[in-house]
């Protein structure tokens, strides 16, 4: 009996073991893989998907995946760095420290969304790319992410060249969780078992990483793109955000999508409905910025059929 015990104890390490060396994708076919960061021993890499047609001075956006901080991939985002560098932009899916790889909570993935955002920049003339026209994007824990990088100060990398900047000059954000701490006239939201919840998971008090109590005048332009519907990043915190923003004199704008829920935006769900149009209205939002020239051609990209 003791040696099972033995025996199953062993098995369970092995399989976490297992798990947090899960190996995030070696490489994207025809995207460049390139360390932007060290860490200890962790090396946290870009996947650059380069433009098909502008080559020098490019617009770029970094892209960072959901999963709760401490899951998910790079490869969430690789559909949409492709069509972006269909369009003209060098656009790219970054990796960042995770807690069931890493043992991270969410300050030190601010961090490297920051340090991501920095590197572009520091590297901007190597890669081709307009240092001023730099936009951050992501999904869900992503999106709180990408957030962060535009709205809250602090949190950067000892070591890294303060001079570059590491605030993007636009964001993207797909259900961000922007509201991380309690706000007036919503009684009803994060009790103390939540905040707690929040607090293990962020590493610090949830109100330094919640962009909505962060807002100021003076941020980079915004786009939210939110279901209705979402169960798990209540749609009313990013229709909050995005008022608060404008409120501040920000230029946010909020591209709601009634019934649909979290991640509706994914690559590969329902025949790429909500992925054509969420990336139709990326287009047009950075198109509106003078980022991208011409017609969004994402039904070309994917195949679909013009509507």
């Given at each position: 009996m003791q040696r099972l015990v033995i025996m199953f104890i062993l098995l369970c390490a092995f399989t976490v073991s297992a798990q947090r060396k899960q190996a995030w994708p070696a490489k994207f076919e025809g995207a460049?893989?390139?360390?932007?960061?060290?860490v200890g021993d962790v090396k946290l890499h870009m996947h650059i998907f380069r433009p098909v047609k502008q080559k020098v001075n490019a617009p770029a956006i970094v892209f960072f995946f959901g999963g709760g901080w401490k899951g998910g991939t790079p490869k969430q985002f690789e559909q949409q760095c492709r069509y972006l560098a269909s369009r003209g932009m060098m656009a790219m899916t970054a990796e960042y420290r995770i807690r069931n790889l890493h043992d991270t909570l969410a300050k030190y993935c601010v961090e490297d969304g920051k340090s991501a955002v920095r590197w572009i920049r520091a590297n901007a003339k190597k890669l081709g790319v307009d240092p001023a026209r730099i936009a951050a994007?992501?999904?869900?824990?992503g999106g709180h992410v990408a957030a962060c990088t535009g709205v809250i100060k602090g949190f950067e990398a000892k070591g890294e060249n303060a001079a570059i900047s590491s605030v993007p000059n636009a964001m993207v954000l797909f259900n961000p969780p922007c509201v991380m701490a309690p706000v007036p006239g919503r009684k009803d939201f994060l009790n103390p078992e939540n905040i707690a919840g929040l607090r293990e998971r962020m590493g610090v008090p949830p109100e330094?990483?919640?962009?909505?109590?962060?807002?100021?005048?003076?941020l980079p332009p915004t786009l939210v793109l939110h279901g209705e519907a979402d169960p798990t990043v209540k749609f009313w915190t990013s229709a909050a955000f995005v008022k608060k923003m404008k409120a501040a004199?920000?230029?946010?704008?909020?591209?709601?999508?009634?019934?649909?829920?979290?991640?509706?935006?994914n690559y590969g769900?329902?025949?790429?409905?909500?992925?054509?149009?969420?990336?139709r209205r990326t287009d047009e939002f950075l198109a509106e910025l003078g980022w991208l020239q011409g017609q969004p051609s994402i039904e070309r990209f994917t195949g679909a059929k013009v509507r």
């Open positions: 460049e893989k390139v360390v932007y960061k060290v994007g992501g999904g869900s824990a330094q990483l919640s962009p909505w109590h962060h807002v100021r005048k003076g004199g920000n230029d946010a704008k909020l591209a709601a999508y009634p019934e649909e829920l979290h991640g509706f935006f769900r329902r025949s790429n409905k909500m992925f054509i149009a969420t990336m």
